[in-house]
């Protein structure tokens, strides 16, 4: 009987200092619990992804150095700790590794073979991959390390060329480990539900998952570590969106299924609110922000963003701040009031007409004789920018930006305006899915304002504008947006679908003509399996087809 | 006797059908010509790189259908034409082709090998990797064809575990082509010296290189192809920044040096300054755009800006604009007028302090008591970037960025105020480049006054600031810099350099600090190894060495 820990923990980029010591706690404490191997996350000393910081070799060697500095706490205990270290071989510099830790020193290094080099992932950017696999006798069991991706070989759109499972199959292997750092997004959990099941039947072998969590710029990691025997029956299973460590048993029927088994909430809305919610949480935590400043519209967005903004960091914490113009209407400005109430924050009003008339003045004899247009609108959208970053730069709040996924897609929004801010906290939200977490929100009680949510959307910068005069209506944009964006189908296959041609290709022009506005946005919480941000690249200079 | 034409052209990405006919144009000329092979550049069909429009199989769809079409042109004459195919085998869904064409057809298609994945290069995000090599037997001649990245299999940080060359040559090649997209900066060209009389001689073959011209997003693709013979010599070299087809022969002794061998500027300052205007020029013709337009502040980097604009895109096509503040010192705006008298562009004044003191009145009851500092230095900022951005949405002017390298890396610009703009032009130029490129400039009389070189530099963001009071002198800094961001040496490593330790904890505390900033940034024209963007990817939260 082996007595494994979970090591689900939380660990900041290139804080090698507090990510040893987490490391070192965590160890300390399961050898007192008499726990025989502590299995961490992928790239734990280091935290996952430095992205560029590999460039530097001080990097490196501290990233080194701090593997040694864990090994020599493993006494009594073993630990399989994932960090980066330098390819003794041929090819790229670096090596994504697992050490198997025990006896005071790095008994064995483990590389990893699969480099995911797709979406957010860039691995192949650093790593050279392994060359063979290997697997690891411990206390009677054979052990194989299969480092994340490792154990995805047939689950992408391509199938990998190598197959780490198959491999340490044949080599004997009892128990396939697979540290992870494996981002959360919408539909993921059951994604790898698939995986695991499917592989553990196909190697008939048990798996332990142990994930990262926590959040590295656009990437949310979400835990959800799990124990699962070659049944698929999952023996243990570890929160999402918490850090936790949790030890199972491994007998020779498996994992002996704990009563700490917990039933996973799978339902997308509740999982949504949990992880933008975590999302704020944890990104203002590493970033040493306390407090957030909102731009309060009185619309559906802002107001979402505004409440989980209060959920994650108190409404002590957060500043609503209502911008009225003489386009605004009435509604706008009660409805954010009693939004800001309902939540319990402070909520200021800074009229912007003086700023406005002061930008007519000015450019007035350039705009002579020209017809109203974008100009004007925008003009609105970048002075409530210039004092919100006015306040955040006076009173050390961090903006949050409140553009959702569908404004984003389609341009939408101003740059420099309201595509400002520090975190985009809905921009991989879409409109409809604005709507059905602000229902959610209000599920027991009208916490957003009904009146936001039902009255028709407007970005209120001219006389009697609504969305619907220049965008689709929303569950239409939204089914074109997601067909164009995560399922990667062209104008002719959306149309198949049923959709009318010329809105499919008015909607394709707009994402297309806004790849600029997006080059400059704010990170944004990736929260579905295609963000904008880092995991979309695109030309710039290009003709779309 | 075998007579081949380079063909040095410059292709949008996405555009096809623009450049299929570029493509069949030559072919018909050089046929005319009685020219044998055409070689085209890599990825010819589709531009080098679409990035993620690679995901989209309408776009492959149309590259595969491209080629062909460019095939069925091959009458009589054979071409070498670079595209993107869908990978017949195991892996990644893609290959990085060259398609030899001959009797109407693809007769073989040669995928590439080494996929160069860092910097600014990700093809392994897309692309497998060819499993082996061949070699094409043409009138005689043994042509091996190495793509790019392949003849560099030495030539980076790290040595690759393949490579082509050796295998071409135990093919059994007389000859190397290499079909490139290979991106132009600052002492590129001595390094692919280096690359090409290494490989030649190592080979003992001779290698023809054709190279990719025109701007796609941030690279500057510089052409200079050439034709080199094993014992070194150019025997042809192809303009740099210009599209451009020349006919080469190749005899049983190699290349014969053409009447038409240039001899090749390698000096960097005229380099740069071309490769600048080059940038401008071609960014705007790809994306449609005419005119462009400048905050103007009497300084030393929107002078050299202004200048390479008029340079690229005409006097008549730039729109300078002072916008005094009440910090404004009376030479700012007298300089700014100088020049653009020098240049004959047009330049108008907007005074920002209506503007200023609307946003002091209407954020003074939240900043009352509060030390002065940044949060009043960036609303003048920002308040020019509102008008900018007003001209640009009314008049149909692109905004230029005028901010160097070195202000840039230390975050001495402001978000949403001098970093906004479509496009950076010196992004990539540290200040010390910025001096002398103006200086170049100036070599045969005043266009940049010489009071705008030579006088202190200061935002002019209160009153008697200077660039120096805040920033160490810019010879200092850029030292400093360059090590950190091109040779990414930590900050021990510099110390030893001989800086002081202070001002290296400083400059490197600055440039960490300020990652934020950058990641809004507009794209920047790549003039160096190390470009802040794509080329440079650094997480936000993290805790920097």
Redesign the interface.
């Known amino acids: 009987m082996l007595r494994i820990a979970i090591a689900q923990l939380n660990f900041?980029?290139?804080?090698f200092e507090?990510n040893t010591s987490k490391i070192a706690d965590a160890l300390f404490t399961a050898k007192n619990q008499g726990v025989d191997l502590v299995v961490f996350p992928e790239m734990s000393v280091s935290?996952y992804?430095?992205?560029?910081?590999l460039?530097?070799?001080?990097?490196v060697e501290?990233c080194e150095y701090s593997l040694d500095l864990v090994a020599q706490s493993c006494q009594g205990i073993a630990a399989i700790v994932g960090g980066v270290m330098r390819n003794p071989g041929?090819?790229?510099?670096l090596q994504n590794v697992c050490c198997f830790m025990q006896n005071g020193r790095i008994e064995t290094i483990i590389p990893k073979t699969l480099?995911p080099?797709?979406d957010v992932f860039?691995e192949?950017?650093y790593f050279?991959s392994a060359t063979s696999q290997q697997v690891i006798s411990f206390k009677g069991v054979n052990i194989g390390i299969a480092i994340c991706e490792d154990l995805w070989d047939l689950y992408n759109?391509?199938?990998?060329?190598k197959s780490p499972g198959e491999a340490l199959k044949e080599l004997g292997a009892d128990l396939i480990i697979n540290p992870s750092a494996s981002p959360f997004h919408l539909g993921k959990d059951s994604h790898r539900n698939r995986v695991f099941s499917g592989q553990v039947n196909r190697f008939n072998l048990p798996v332990l998952y142990v994930n990262q969590v926590g959040?590295?710029?656009e990437l949310i990691f979400d835990g959800s570590s799990r124990a699962v025997n070659n049944n698929g029956e999952i023996a243990v299973q570890l929160p999402d969106f918490e850090s936790c460590i949790r030890t199972v048993e491994f007998g020779e029927n498996g994992f002996i299924p704990g009563e700490n088994a917990v039933s996973f909430d799978s339902d997308p809305l509740p999982q949504l609110y949990k992880g933008l919610i975590f999302g704020i949480r944890d990104?203002f935590d590493?970033?040493g922000f306390k407090k957030a400043i909102i731009g309060a519209s009185g619309g559906v967005d802002s107001a979402l963003v505004q409440t989980l903004a209060v959920q994650a960091l108190g409404a002590e914490n957060v500043l609503a701040v209502m911008m009225p113009s003489r386009y605004s209407s009435d509604g706008s400005i009660s409805h954010a009031q009693a939004l800001s109430k309902n939540l319990g924050n402070e909520c200021?009003q800074?009229?912007?007409e003086?700023?406005h008339?002061?930008?007519e003045?000015?450019?007035s004899p350039?705009?002579k004789g020209?017809p109203i247009?974008?100009?004007e609108e925008?003009?609105q959208a970048?002075?409530r920018?210039?004092?919100l970053?006015?306040?955040s730069?006076?009173?050390g709040y961090i903006l949050l930006n409140t553009s959702n996924k569908s404004e984003m897609a389609v341009g939408y929004s101003t740059?420099?305006g309201d595509l400002?801010g520090?975190l985009s906290v809905i921009g991989d939200v879409y409109k409809t899915q604005v709507y059905a977490l602000c229902r959610y929100i209000n599920r027991n009680e009208e916490i957003i304002p009904n009146d936001i949510i039902e009255k028709e959307p407007s970005a209120e910068l001219r006389p009697e504008q609504k969305d619907s005069d220049s965008l689709p209506p929303y569950p239409i944009l939204d089914g074109i947006l997601r067909m164009f964006l995560e399922e990667?189908?062209?104008?002719?296959?959306i149309i198949i679908e049923g959709y009318d041609m010329h809105t499919v290709q008015r909607v394709l022009q707009l994402v297309n003509g806004s790849e600029?506005k997006r080059?400059?946005?704010?990170?944004i919480l990736r929260v579905s399996s295609k963000a904008f941000g880092?995991g979309?690249?695109?030309?710039?200079?290009?003709?779309?087809?």
Chains 1, 2 share one sequence.
């Open positions: 900041k980029i290139g804080d507090s935290g992804m430095p992205d560029d910081l460039d530097y070799p001080s990097f501290k041929k090819g790229r510099l480099l080099t797709y860039s192949s950017r050279e759109n391509f199938e990998y060329t959040v590295h710029t990104y590493k970033m200021i800074i009229p912007i003086e700023i008339q002061a930008y003045n000015s450019l350039y705009f020209l247009g974008i100009a925008n003009l970048r002075s920018a210039v004092i970053m006015g306040l730069n006076k009173l740059l420099y400002c520090s990667f189908k062209g104008e002719n296959e600029y080059y400059q946005a704010p990170p880092k979309r690249v695109m030309p710039l200079v290009a003709k779309y087809p």
